[in-house]
């Protein structure tokens, strides 16, 4: 007869100090009841019926002696059916069955036996009852644990189902790859950014995108800690477009990442648009500096200049003229070469010509000197390595950028020393400029210095990215500010 186990509730029953064997016996047949409806139940209880009748037929036909030890025989063919009814019905089933055998048994036991005969009878029912009710509390628990399990394997597979989804509906690009970057799996989004007709799995990454690009990927798959960056994506026959991956390691053997490419084309291109607008409006700033400053010049200082020859030869002329008036053309002339010596500066501010003339370090050492004029800050210019040009935009930059540390550290800083040095290096020179001043908290962000209306530092930024270059601020209250900037020459 084939072994089924019937699934069922068995709620938890209180039963004071009762134990828990007892616990589960009394909740499994309180909760389920007899399968009275199951024909299979009726088979079993009458197999036990037969048994039984079959055992009284031969103890009243004397077929085995009362002393021999074979008339233990027949009560132990009780035991098959009662196993049968644990494995089919669980512990309801072998406790009814057992009951059954104990009932029909009963008569024999104590009219048909005597003596040790009796005792034995007795206790061939009771391990009969004992096994099954035993392999029936095994056999509960066995269907406890299916269910349980099944249970969870239906939940699992819903969650796969709903991850699926999500994975093939997501507007964002996601893929998981290995290790060496073969891509395991990929949704709809992936394909339409790779321009893939076709599945991308088990291609690798560098067949799918320009080889930087893959490589880029795997480092950050390798390193996702490192926070995410803007990579370009070559697309063939398309236009580039700008992607950030967000790795997450899913472990495995051998271990797997997913990894978001969430598309930031658009933003990118806005930003490429932002930089370009300010880009022209240094240039424009640069071009009206330089007509403003050459105006003044041509114009302004020469027509002061030619007042303070008049000045002079009013004076020698006016042979006439009293102790005031000479005084006060003096003073009249001293004033108007005040005026030029003025607008020189303001000139030199504008537009250095220095930097034209003879190069970065003389107008960053003039830049120094006029500060320490007018104050009582210390200024230092050190140039290490093998000084030469660079490209007449980066020196510029570097002069506005030191420029501008200058003031910002002149007005906000309150410094007693400002040394700025400037390392030539193979390729590259690094400019620093670095001060004892107050200092300020750095933010995080560039966007939190527009916030805070620090333009200063956020010019300086542009100024750097324009020309290809790097500038790190780094500044601790109360110690000072260090700039340093890293240009390529």
């Known amino acids: 007869m084939g072994a089924h186990v019937e699934l069922a509730a068995n709620p938890p029953i209180a ?13 499994s047949v309180m909760g ?3 399968p009275l409806r199951d024909r299979r139940f009726w088979i079993v209880q009458a197999l036990i019926a037969l048994v039984a009748g079959m055992h009284n037929l031969f103890e009243f036909i ?10 233990f025989v027949p009560t132990s063919f009780f035991l098959m059916p009662v196993l049968i009814a644990a494995v089919s019905f669980g512990l309801r089933g072998s406790l009814a069955t057992s009951a059954w055998c104990a009932l029909l048994t009963l008569p024999n036991t104590i009219f048909g036996h005597h003596g040790l ?23 509960d628990e066995a269907a406890r644990a299916y269910a349980k399990t099944a249970a969870v394997s239906r939940d699992l597979e819903l969650s796969q189902t709903r991850y699926r989804q999500l994975f093939e509906s997501a507007r964002e690009s996601i893929m998981v790859i290995d290790a060496g970057g073969r ?46 960056r803007t990579i370009a994506l070559g697309v063939r026959g398309a236009d580039e477009a700008w992607v950030e991956p967000l790795c997450t390691p899913l ?7 997913q990894v978001v490419l969430r598309n930031v084309t658009q933003q990118r291109r806005r930003q490429i648009g932002l930089e370009t607008y300010t880009a022209q409006v240094h240039k424009a700033q640069e071009d009206e500096r330089r007509r403003i400053a050459q105006e003044i010049h041509d114009d302004t200082v ?27 053309l003096r003073g009249a002339r001293d004033h108007a070469e005040q005026v030029v010596d003025d607008l020189r500066v303001l000139i ?51 002069l506005r950028i030191v420029q501008e540390a200058l003031h910002n550290a002149e007005r906000h800083g309150r410094p007693d020393h400002i040394d700025v040095r400037m390392n030539y290096e193979y390729g590259s020179v690094v400019l620093e400029v670095r001060d004892d001043g107050q200092g300020f908290v750095v933010p995080r962000d560039l966007s939190e210095l527009a916030v805070s209306e620090r333009w200063g530092i956020v010019g300086m930024y542009e100024r750097a990215r324009e020309v290809g270059g790097e500038l790190h601020v780094s500044s601790t209250p109360a110690v000072g500010t260090i700039i340093s900037a890293v240009f390529t020459v």
């Open 15 to 27: 039963t004071g100090a009762t134990s828990a064997p007892l616990d589960r016996l009394v909740a």
């Open 32 to 34: 389920s009841g007899l």
């Open 62 to 71: 004397t077929v085995l002696p009362k002393s021999d030890l074979l008339s």
């Open 117 to 139: 005969e009796r005792y034995g009878e007795a206790a061939q029912i009771t391990f009969v009852a004992v096994a099954g009710l035993f392999l029936g509390m095994r056999v």
């Open 183 to 228: 891509i395991i799996e990929a949704n709809a989004a992936a394909r339409t950014l790779a321009r893939a007709p076709h599945e991308l799995q088990s291609r690798n990454l560098s067949d799918v995108f320009p080889p930087d690009a893959a490589r880029a990927i795997l480092e950050q798959a390798a390193s996702p800690e490192r926070g995410p």
């Open 251 to 257: 472990g495995g053997d051998p271990p797997a990442t």
């Open 302 to 328: 020469q027509s002061l200049v030619m007042l303070c020859r008049e000045l002079d030869d009013l004076e020698g002329k006016w042979s006439g003229a009293t102790p005031a008036v000479v005084e006060g």
């Open 348 to 398: 030199r501010g504008i537009r250095p010509p220095m930097l034209d003339d003879l190069g970065l370090a003389p107008a960053i050492q003039r830049l120094l000197a006029d500060v320490a004029a007018h104050s009582n800050i210390r200024t230092n210019l050190a140039v290490n390595g093998n000084a030469r040009r660079a490209p007449h935009g980066i020196e510029l930059a570097m």
